[in-house]
């Protein structure tokens, strides 16, 4: 069999390979490229590169996704309104002739044998529901990283966002004194504060690698985040003609502040209401954008992280913290509409600016789009939830009054709405969520991983309520136990109209067969113990004894069962791997509720006994945890058993 692809376009040059590599794989026959579209019997191209074929489907779309597999005049056609929409037509035609993609990696490729690889009877058009599907995934093991990248257009995904920067940093000019380098942002994260140099540019590199085949698979490309402010410093003491020292407390925020600067100046907010503060920050952003403006599609501009962080000085506390913002990336976004038409320049509402401005600075500003990120949101309620709220507490953004963290006091969806109403009330660029999905394990949203049901509500709300989609911000690593929430996100997020049950349902049939009903079963064990917690409280602090020891216990019997019923010294392969998996998901839970129950001086050597006995059972199935940093795991579990 013929295919056909004239384009030398990467992603399409890629898309053809998987083609042959697949197609050849469960048909055992051989697929050839053609030049001669005569003697094709699959053509493979963008709308634009097929036209002369199969007619008017819209001219290249980089932004919005849309999909063709049709059969015309006795070819199958494989199009799409981009290079990745085609490989992405390439995954579903190759579903249909029954290859699974389970989960990321080698283990999760389900491959039928002696198929025909029929071209007849296709007619399926297809468009995305929502315009951005991404991820933003730390990429703590770079081996699992890239098998994450490959998955990720088998269901659709069309964005990747690695936070920071390559070698070359903004601000480098100012900021690199002696040779040292301050931390990036994702250097912290990744706990490489002290490392060399040497070992840092190492994974720098390695990072690149991931992007460098996120690129292949036509991913939009997005770059940066926190860290805007290296060498602002610096410059602003050379702009001065005073010292560092001086510099600094001109510069630091002043009054009541959550958190100070560390070496990466990661959380250092400025006094922005210094006249220099902006002119720099927009100096240094625009010459580093322009430098680097063909690597990228999506430049996000953040500034610090953390929040409580604002300067309190009589100036600065005069508008909120969104237009001292604003005014950067406007100016920002003004420069680089001329200098790089093409590059979208992301702003936040996150934290820090979650006050609304006092007015619309980016009309006019096409090329600006808005995140809307949500930390520590509530899952069980949905986001315009008017009763998702502590009753009788308003955060004071302006104030430095955010969080209440003695009452354990923090923004609820009901506040998160309110900003984004205050916020659309100035813009009407286009919006999307940055989500928190699986970034780590809390008790608030562990169930998310065991029944996606509240998740996919809140999708299927996207629309109504302004949003043009989501990225999942999470380490490139499984979200325990079965990858389910990153599945059902990809999916839904292409097709609103998806059955939830159905998405979990065809998982776990696929991922575990003859166990799958069992499996179902301790899901939904799972997810009704987990739910009985009230996930404004705080497990140490807010929350109830009783209701911990009522989990506790409730725990202790679904472990016991799932024991019972999973014998995994009977098991092999990749079942005995993802039950082992489940099995510590489970524990891991179980952990968090075993240790708020020791902060409270209760069971505390038992707690300490079975945080040990986890650690040796961590130690020895290390075989069949494959992508999971098991020694990151059983340092934070030592450090848990040490402070008990």
Not at 327 to 339: C, G, K, P, S, Y
Not at 517 to 538: A, G, R, W
Not at 599 to 608: E, I, P
Request: hydrophobic share 35%; aromatic share 12%.
């Amino acid at each position: 069999m013929n295919y056909y692809c004239l384009s030398e376009n990467v992603t399409l040059k890629f898309a053809s390979d998987e083609l042959k590599k697949y197609g050849e794989s469960i048909s055992g026959d051989i697929l050839q490229k053609t030049t001669n579209v005569n003697d094709a019997q699959i053509l493979l191209g963008t709308f634009t590169d097929l036209a002369f074929y199969i007619g008017n489907y819209g001219g290249y779309d980089k932004w919005n996704d849309s999909i063709l597999i049709k059969t015309i005049n006795g070819r199958l056609v494989l199009s799409g309104s981009n290079p990745r929409c085609v490989l992405f037509a390439v995954y579903d035609y190759l579903e249909k002739l029954g290859c699974k993609w389970i989960e990321p990696g080698p283990e999760g490729d389900y491959l039928p044998t002696n198929m025909l690889l029929q071209i007849e009877e296709f007619d399926i058009y297809e468009k995305a529901d929502h315009q951005y599907r991404g991820l933003s995934a730390f990429p703590r093991n770079i081996e699992y990283a890239k098998m994450l990248i490959d998955w990720m257009p088998k269901r659709k995904y069309n964005l990747y966002f690695l936070e920071g920067y390559p070698m070359d940093r903004p601000g480098d000019r100012w900021s690199i004194i002696n040779g040292e380098r301050p931390l990036q942002h994702i250097e912290l994260i990744l706990s490489l504060k002290g490392k060399s140099w040497d070992e840092r540019s190492k994974l720098i590199e390695q990072q690149e690698s991931v992007v460098d085949e996120a690129r292949k698979r036509g991913f939009l490309i997005e770059r940066y985040g926190h860290g805007w402010n290296y060498g602002l410093k610096e410059h602003y003491a050379f702009m001065k003609d005073i010292t560092l020292e001086e510099a600094h407390d001109e510069l630091r925020a002043k009054g009541c502040i959550r958190q100070h600067d560390d070496t990466g100046g990661v959380w250092f907010q400025i006094c922005m209401s210094r006249p220099e503060v902006k002119d720099i920050y927009v100096e240094h952003i625009v010459d580093y954008l322009k430098r680097h403006k063909d690597e990228v599609d999506i430049a996000a501009i953040w500034l610090g992280d953390g929040y409580d962080n604002s300067c309190q000085c009589e100036e600065c506390v005069k508008k909120p913290f969104s237009d001292w913002y604003l005014e950067i990336l406007r100016d920002v976004a003004t420069e680089m509409r001329n200098t790089a038409p093409k590059l979208k320049i992301e702003g936040i509402i996150y934290l820090e600016t979650l006050e609304p401005p006092t007015r619309r600075f980016l009309d006019g500003l096409d090329n600006v789009v808005v995140n809307f990120a949500p930390w520590n949101r509530c899952y069980v309620h949905a986001l315009d939830d008017k009763s998702c709220c502590y009753h009788n507490w308003k955060p004071d953004y302006r104030k430095n009054k955010s969080h209440d963290n003695e009452k354990n006091y923090h923004p609820l969806n009901a506040d998160y709405y309110e900003a984004y109403q205050g916020w659309r009330k100035t813009m009407s660029n286009i919006c999307y969520f940055f989500e928190y999905f699986v970034l780590y394990p809390g008790p608030d949203r562990s169930f998310l991983t065991y029944n996606c049901s509240n998740l996919i509500r809140d999708i299927k709300e996207y629309k109504r309520l302004g949003f043009d989609g989501c990225i999942s911000c999470q380490n490139a690593t499984p979200d325990f136990p079965l990858n389910l929430v990153t599945e059902t996100v990809g999916q839904v997020l292409w097709d609103c109209s998806i059955n939830s049950d159905l998405v979990r349902d065809n998982l776990v049939k696929n991922l575990f067969g003859e166990f799958a009903s069992p499996v179902l079963k301790h899901l939904n064990e799972m997810y009704k113990i987990l739910t009985k917690v009230d996930v404004h409280k705080n497990l140490f602090i807010t929350e109830s004894v009783e209701v911990i020891q009522e989990i506790v216990r409730r725990l202790e019997e679904r472990i016991q069962e799932f024991d019972d019923v999973f014998p995994v010294i009977n098991l092999n392969g990749s079942i005995k791997s993802r039950v082992i998996q489940m099995r510590i998901a489970m524990i891991i839970v179980y952990l968090q509720y075993r240790e708020a129950l020791a902060k409270h001086k209760l069971q505390k050597t038992k707690t300490c006994a079975l945080i040990k006995e986890f650690i040796d059972f961590l130690e020895k199935n290390r075989q069949h945890i494959t992508f999971r940093n098991i020694d990151e795991e059983i340092k934070r579990l030592d450090t848990i058993k040490k402070s008990l």
